[in-house]
Structures are given as C-alpha cells and as structure tokens.
C-alpha cells in the first residue's frame, strides 16, 4: 500500500481485536481461526494461507472508515471473492435466521396477532430479496470472475463488471424500514427486554449489510474491473 494505514503485518492479531472486535467478522469471512496467541497479522495470515495484503486492504478500509481507497497492484481477487462468498454464507445461513428466531419469540403472544404476522411476512420477504441478491452474485458474477481469473482471457461479451455496478442494490434499506416500523409503531411488548435485543440485532445486522456492500463497491468492484481491463490488453 502507498499510504501508510492503520495496520501493518507487523502488527500483532490479537491488538488488532483488540482495537476493533467488529473485525472479528472480517477475521471469520477470510477463515482465519482464534487462537493466534501473540502472532503477528502477518503470522496468522502465512499460517493459514491468507493473502495478507488483501485481508490488510479490508481491514483498514473498515478500520479507518474510509469512502475511497487507492487499491494496490498486489491486492488478490480470489482472496477478495471468497471473503464475500463466507459474507453471504453467513448472512443466509446464519445472521439472518437466527434473527427470526428471535424476532418470532418476541412478537409470541402480542394481543395484535396480525400486526405480529404482517411483521413476520414483511421480514421473510426482506429475507427473500436479499438471498435473491446474493444469489445472484454467487451464481453469475461470482463465476463470471471465476473465468476472467481462469487464465483464458475470456469475457462475456454482454455481461461486465460495470453492468453489475450500475444495477447494485443496497441490501440494507428494507431492514431499516423494518427496524423503523418496530420502534414507531408497535405496541409494547410483553418481553421487551427480548424485543430490544431484537433492535439491537437489527441495527447490527442493517450496518454490517451496508458495510459488506460498501466494499463490494470500493473495493471489489474497481478490482474486477482493472483484471477485465488486464484480460482485453492481452488479447
């Protein structure tokens, strides 16, 4: 990287953690395990066979917040894609589930049983778009770069990263909505400590979804595009 950043490989993990526990979620997405001891960031990245520019570009790029990022040459586009594949595997077979889960046994018994279901339907499409949305990075983007990367110099003639760009919803936006009709509207809840953490997890979930888009758009985007930009100047 060329300009200096928070974090370096020198660093050690767990002052990493320590500064940030938002960046365990960073630490699971790229596969990296706990108990790292006192190994540094790039100990534990060698160690596990992560690339550690790449996982230093993400963290940083969280940890100072930032809305631009001049990318280096050095930084890898699988590495980047599978940290977005686990994204999506957690959020789809984790995060969003047990958020149900929760959010069922919260409205469990409320005098107003069809505002309880109209809550209920209103998440599970939210829920729906949203694996719609990830499925599709998974089954066309994820694979139209799998075959930019393949070494055959191929791109698909109708599809481009720029396409993709252009049409990137923000899969957040329904949740605030949720969120906001929790708070404003509905009656007080016979468990409310339970409700509130409900909130809490909405509100968690709601800026990790803007953050994992966020870097899909500042970071893995403006990747893809410089490796199809490589692809046709080798043609």
Known sequence: MKNQHRYS??????????DNYSLLTVMSRFGLPLGFGDATIGEVCSRNGIDCPTF??????????????????????????DYLRRAHDYFLGFKLPAMRQKLVRALAGQDDEALSAAVIKYYDEYVREVRDHMDYEDRHVFTYVASLLSGDGVRDKDFSIGVFAKHHDRAELKLTELKNIIIKYYPQSRDAELMNDVLYDIYNCEADL?????????????????????????R
């Open 56 to 81: 230093l570009t993400v963290v940083n790029f969280i940890a100072e917040e930032r809305d631009s990022i001049e990318l280096d040459a050095s930084i890898s586009v699988q590495a980047l894609m």
């Open 9 to 18: 490989p020198g660093d050690k993990m767990s002052a990493l953690i320590g």
């Open 210 to 234: 803007a953050l994992h888009t966020k870097i899909e758009d500042y970071l893995f985007i403006p990747a893809i595009a410089g490796l199809e930009k490589e692809v046709c100047d080798e």
